[in-house]
């Protein structure tokens, strides 16, 4: 069986070769984009619909099925602080403005967290005069630290 | 002379004692409300104006003035891996979602990278019938990989 | 103004100074026994009532009852891996039984997590003819991966 | 002969393709859940009867078998500081609550600590009107400090 | 399909076979010598006819074309510190004068960074007499830390 | 006495306090810039004259003044990969082009180094009409390896 | 209040002053030498007659005295790989001969560990023609893994 | 040829397969118990006599013995803080008496270590009223600290 | 193609099996004893000629020549601080007297470093009334610091 | 009472005002350079009549005679990795040379390693055509691996 990393980088073989995009791929699974990709990068379970229409237009077999539908053992980065220059910039934000953020986390919603797991992201594209612009919305639920 | 670092923690220290928000402190400054905190927790350097204008409303003198007006060596987390668990989901959004925000970046954009410097963010409070959301808006230019 | 930290310590100090136990603090507090613990040590922040009736029984001063009203960032370990023995055995648990833990979450929960959030922790003493016996019970919330 | 852990992941992929559950391996045992999971995920030896009761449940040859059997090196987690937030979790709570913990172990027991040898845990499903929980329940002999 | 490092490694193996250098490689793309070195390293994405060029004077297959033109995740170094004397100089270059280059940008630009991304670098030889030296130079663009 | 780290913080504030600038200083010493920053920062010694022309135009004391004479013991980075984005971006440029680097001298030079000893840096603006630029030029004399 | 290793600082310093031997301290106590060294070194709580006894012997006063009754975070090597050659040599030892003690108890016992909490030490020195030796005997109660 | 670690995991599944033990093995060489399975797990180099006679009751061919005879480099921990329960314990040791070891060396000896090199071990079991126990005693030669 | 390290161990299995040694394989190169182990162990090129003669004399195949005559990427521990004893001990002699090396070179020579690359070594064995001595000698060509 | 570390930072400080040497303060003592040196910086423990000697011509006072008399702890770089190159060029030394050295004693000498313990050190600077060269001469016991 494939781990889920082996599905994660044969996917992106498949879908270079194939000339796919991931905005495609959702479509495919009639599912959000961003959401998609982390899955097909191994980083949620898909269900067994999901898994086989993604390995179909993909052109990959069971196997890869199978390791899409697994449950994973989350964590994709190599180094606690990442080296890829697109990834490291995110890390870069969270030493700059990490404890900014906490601040007004708890000035707008008191003593808690932004959850991870319910939790939404989009990566867009936006036009401005100064040249585009990527924005990341982060979207998790409020949680409230609580005893019991 | 006082560092960065401790001019912040002077600043938490008044603006909890006089019942001041970090809302109330971008006012005055007539500044974007997370730039204002990220500077007054040492991350930018303030004009002189702002320094003073901050440090008016906060009843602090002019060390304070001074440091906050100081270029900063930025880099606001004690540990490679954030150990508080309101910034410590953060960067379990990058190790999830990481090489997933890379992809839709290179999709969208081509090679490169979103700024961290030309740069702004948002933290704002969405409600939501399944309970109040954070919503973290990461904005940068996109920088291309260009040789020269 | 103290860290949370240095009132941390200057309430073991007082509290052994002056033969108190966290029961008897939790009870004055009537609040739970680890939270109380937890709180007094720094890893939560107490409301003015909760903060002065504690330093009034631990006859600590208006610096520690501001310590203690202060939002934390949380995290109380000196190292990665905890050196003492008696908090090295939980490490020790989640090094051998961390997957064991995660398995079973999700046979009985689906894909998700323990909130360590919506959370509440107990210590409580068993006789057993073997000998007494520690036992930790760890209650949190279940959070299902959902997108959005 | 193959590891532990290549017998470990062998299991995984078995259960998961035959429809099984841990709670099911464990009645075949006739052994406590969580005990099982952990020794078929190679962190306890098996007897011959268990390791073969096993292998046969799960339709897996005599290398699993005699991997079962022995004994292991444990240590299950890939980074000192797991990434998965699932197992995250509990590492948290080390964080924030470890401290606490070892003083109500030393308020109620003395000094010593919770044994994780002498020791057994649960993982519960419980329902509560906020929503079901996730009830963790460590319990460990009593280990007071002794010399000789 | 190969990894962009394992291209890279066929790449150096094939030009020392052929007794190629990486001047000739870079007059065969057209394009800047250090480009073309890192590219051929797996740190940089090629366009298709530069990977066919390349592979055709290397003599090597569609593998490690696809390979060089697959987008890569950066970072070279097998360590947080190098290890090897010709690339650890200069990371000693960074810990001896790293803030001195700090301090000279923020006098000469203001507060910002040279951008590693519109970027590009240069390796010289320059005759002198107390004996030939190496001079890299790097030249990127000036980003001011801009809010927004 | 001061240590060179404590001299160094003591000449960057009164150089702001005073309104100098590191190029003012190195025209008082006579001095190369970078080598003048460098040396005021603690990572060079300096000679009597030097130490004493350079305490007098900052106004500090003889403290000063023996402690920029001292030999330092060099390293001015607090952490092996700096968080500080200006300084982390000459990490990340050694991250992504190292290698080519080390190929390049190998090619032009053969096996042996660049100086980090015999060694000098300039920081440089050029403007362009895509923006302005920052050019450091490291420039240090080959040493090939010999044995002997 | 000293911590415990403030206190460990002062009994070593008082030790030395006064010509005292650990041997002395213990028979002053009537308690085994190298319990007696490690709880004045602050890796064992003392009851109140042997901190007094103690404190009384060296001269130091009431904040010893608590410090001494005090409950530890144990933990005493300043690196996770100690420095100290006549330190570091133990390290060794588990570094090469580690995986062969843990063979040799579960030859001899079973599946389980040595206590180090129902433990005692001896060091003791032994004549022998080649030169005297260092003799150390750990001696722990045999834990056999046992659920629950 | 095979390494010195994968001859030991060869010898370890070939002495379990033939239901053989460590003393078994070291009565075979006519060699002290710890000192066998040191060098069976590929700690320490075999003469030729005794590579063969124990690859000769192990069942093993030739490229065992030749691994089992090379010289070792030493150092069989996979991380620098041991994992296994067992293991851990001895690390512990060190932790929380590794200081206390060092004084008592010091006073019964002088300045200087034990040495590791002359040096051996051995692993008892010591029945006891309280349960059986695990004896390891640690004998190496006294080295003084000499110049020259 | 192998790469230097495969080659390395390739070198010292054919130097066993073939009953050589470093000193034959030294003489067979007429080259010096240090330089020619660390070549055959991966750690500097060799010519043609150099690698020709020794493959031929180890009985090793064209894989291993071209191997041997790459240029390496140097660094040959596994750790950043070695396990081995034998490697260990030098490390330890610069956690002891590092300081004391610089000083004597600054007080000796100026400012500036011993040359690791205009650099050689030798290991010598020398009789004493007290036991045979390792000797090792550094000599390294003196490099002062010059800007420029 | 002062540490050793802090004692080595009032001699180098008094010896540079004093204008002495390394070598003047060996003299005085009539012991060997670089001991002198060691001991001196905290790394060896000096008898009462060195002690005094020393502190005598530094102009030094009791708490730094007491404090070069203490036993001390071992270790003298801030970390695991030299920053200073000066000493960094013998941890590259290690890097490349360490098996080599390794390799070499074992040829000379048999399974052993040479002894950091009984051991000296001399640095030396020797006059060449090619430029004065620093010759730093390690000189140790060999120790031979022997049982007991």
């Known amino acids: 069986m494939l781990t889920k990393m082996e599905a994660g980088r044969a996917v992106v073989e498949a879908k270079t070769r194939l000339g796919l995009t991931w905005q495609k791929l959702a479509d495919v699974l009639d599912a959000p984009l961003a959401w998609t990709t982390a899955a ?4 949620h379970p898909m269900s067994a619909e999901q898994a086989e229409a993604a390995a179909s237009v993909l052109e990959l077999g069971p196997d890869v099925v199978e390791a899409l539908r ?3 053992s989350r964590g994709a980065l190599e180094d606690a602080v990442p080296t890829d220059p697109t990834i490291y910039r995110f890390y870069e ?3 700059v403005y990490g404890p900014t953020i906490k601040e007004l986390i708890h000035e707008k919603f008191g003593d808690g967290i932004m959850s991870a797991i319910n939790f939404k992201l989009d990566v867009d594209r ?3 005069p100064g040249g585009e612009r990527v924005v990341v919305t982060l979207d998790g639920k409020f949680l409230k630290y609580q005893w019991g």
């Open 126 to 128: 936006r036009e401005d």
């Open 93 to 95: 934000v969270l030493q």
């Open 40 to 43: 097909l990068l191994g980083q």
């Open 70 to 72: 697994a449950q994973p």
